[in-house]
């Protein structure tokens, strides 16, 4: 008997500290974003990057990861990759400090000077850049709420302050859902992509042999409109257009067909 509670006892000892192990050593996907934090704390980047990457190609992508990959390829002086990284972690995390601090250091080291002009309606809804896709679908989601429980509250109880309060949550229904539309069109459309080459020409038309109408340089971001046989048709705010090599450029929007 004394025999079989010494077994017991060993297995139930053997499972405790098993767990005890698995619990301090991190598996899966969180090893490697581990293993990719501490080579970068050790300054090995290129093992960060790849770390990273690995995380990304497989599926676990957000904002932070993205951030940690600019930062690698920044301290890399891969100022291409790490701008597009950069605006990559923008999009999911667009009020981070540290990630639009970095970004304004990497922009400043452009060469080329590209300012994308303002319209009206990214004045008028100004605060959509501050603001990702999921804050702007649950904020339009509250509102929603918040409105059809008022007008609910209405067909039981009529009274002056819940008409006014029904037309102010009318007025922010609209201006909600106007807001996630406006904010779906952007992301869905993003045809925003980055220079990675150091220098590119921009040529007259998809042919090694055209005329070379222009140069960027790496980091710059352009439109792109289309595609064709391994080269891109971009666009800059300015309407110049040309033709690059695809492997030249890389864009914002992660889509696995390429660019456009």
């Known amino acids: 008997m004394r025999r079989y509670s010494y077994l017991a006892i060993s297995i139930i000892a053997i499972i405790f500290f098993s767990g005890l192990d698995t619990e301090a050593q991190p598996n899966g996907w969180e090893a490697i974003f581990f293993r990719a934090n501490e080579a970068f704390k050790e300054g090995q980047y290129q093992d960060a990057i790849d770390g990273y990457e690995q995380l990304v190609q497989t599926g676990h992508e957000n904002g932070h990861i993205y951030y940690n990959l600019g930062n690698g390829y920044f301290r890399l002086n891969q100022l291409g990759k790490a701008i597009l990284n950069y605006e990559r972690a923008r999009i999911l995390?667009?009020?981070?400090?540290?990630?639009n601090f970095n970004l304004r250091l990497a922009r400043d080291q452009i060469q080329d000077a590209i300012a994308e002009p303002q319209g009206f309606i990214q004045m008028a809804f100004f605060w959509l850049d501050a603001l990702s896709l999921q804050e702007v679908f649950w904020g339009f989601g509250i509102l929603n709420v918040l409105f059809w429980g008022i007008l609910l509250i209405r067909l039981f109880h009529h009274s002056e302050w819940n008409y006014y309060l029904s037309f102010v949550f009318f007025v922010l229904f609209l201006i909600g859902g106007t807001s996630f539309g406006l904010k779906w069109y952007q992301v869905r459309t993003?045809?925003?992509?980055?220079?990675?080459?150091?220098?590119?020409?921009?040529?007259?038309?998809?042919?090694i042999?055209?005329?070379?109408?222009?140069?960027?340089?790496?980091?710059?971001?352009?439109?792109?409109e289309r595609s064709e046989d391994g080269w891109?048709?971009?666009?800059?705010?300015?309407?110049?257009?040309?033709?690059?090599?695809?492997?030249?450029?890389?864009q914002i929007k992660r889509d696995p067909r390429g660019p456009c």
């Open 93 to 99: 995390i667009p009020r981070d400090a540290d990630l």
């Open 190 to 207: 993003d045809g925003r992509v980055v220079i990675l080459e150091k220098e590119v020409n921009i040529l007259s038309g998809p042919d």
């Open 209 to 224: 042999q055209d005329t070379v109408l222009f140069k960027l340089h790496e980091g710059s971001i352009v439109h792109c």
């Open 232 to 250: 891109v048709l971009i666009r800059l705010p300015d309407k110049k257009r040309g033709w690059v090599e695809a492997g030249s450029v890389e």
